[in-house]
């Protein structure tokens, strides 16, 4: 494989290296993924999507809590599909969580469909990413809560991705009630910019 196929793999992880990155990517989000989490207000009920959900970790938190609810999630890895399905299969077997190939850039959902959305260290890979919001703002419900987790670091990848470039893209996309929240361990540094969507 190229090196360019190589720095394509955590965009969309492919085949037999993109398992293997899928499992480093359970290593290395791991923290991330809890955190998120734990900052959504997931009730019991909720309709809940992640965009580009990897190997579905977020999604077996997710699913604990909404025990009465569902949890939707949309990636466009087959590789990481079938390893999220597995990670998740009895939920999927339920009906709570419902995983489907797709792209952030036309979700394949209706209008005012879901509670909460939110998408971790994905953003850096939308492009345009103005586009992904407009989409998640369409099928988020009225005052629903959107949430961008990304790494606040400075190298190639990230440095476009600084807290307030992602808060500034979340108002201009229609979010309102925007803020960046940010983890608390130094050595790992990421934030979470969350808004909401209007009544109107």
Not at 26 to 46: A, C, F, K, P, Q
Not at 54 to 76: P, R, V
Request: proline share 5%; charged share 20%.
């Amino acid at each position: 494989m190229t090196q360019s196929g190589l720095r394509a793999q955590p965009g969309k992880p492919t085949g037999i290296v993109g398992r293997i990155v899928g499992y480093l990517m359970d290593i290395y989000n791991r923290e991330d993924n809890h955190w998120t989490v734990s900052l959504l207000d997931i009730g019991e009920t909720s309709k809940v999507l992640e965009v580009g959900f990897g190997t579905g970790l977020a999604i077996a938190e997710a699913a604990k809590i909404a025990t009465h609810g569902q949890i939707y999630g949309i990636d466009h890895s087959e590789t990481m599909l079938e390893a999220a399905q597995k990670r998740n299969r009895k939920a999927v077997k339920s009906g709570r969580v419902i995983l489907r190939l797709g792209n952030v850039m036309a979700l394949p959902f209706e209008d005012n469909s879901f509670d909460i959305i939110y998408s971790i260290n994905c953003i850096y890979f939308w492009e345009p990413p103005t586009q992904g919001l407009a989409e998640i703002y369409r099928v988020l419900k009225p005052k629903g809560t959107v949430a961008i987790t990304a790494r606040n670091k400075d190298d190639e990848l990230y440095a476009r991705w600084k807290p307030n470039m992602v808060r500034d893209l979340l108002q201009s996309s229609g979010f309102v009630n925007v803020r960046t929240l940010n983890g608390l361990n130094p050595n790992h540094p990421i934030y979470c910019a969350v808004g909401n969507k209007p009544m109107n």
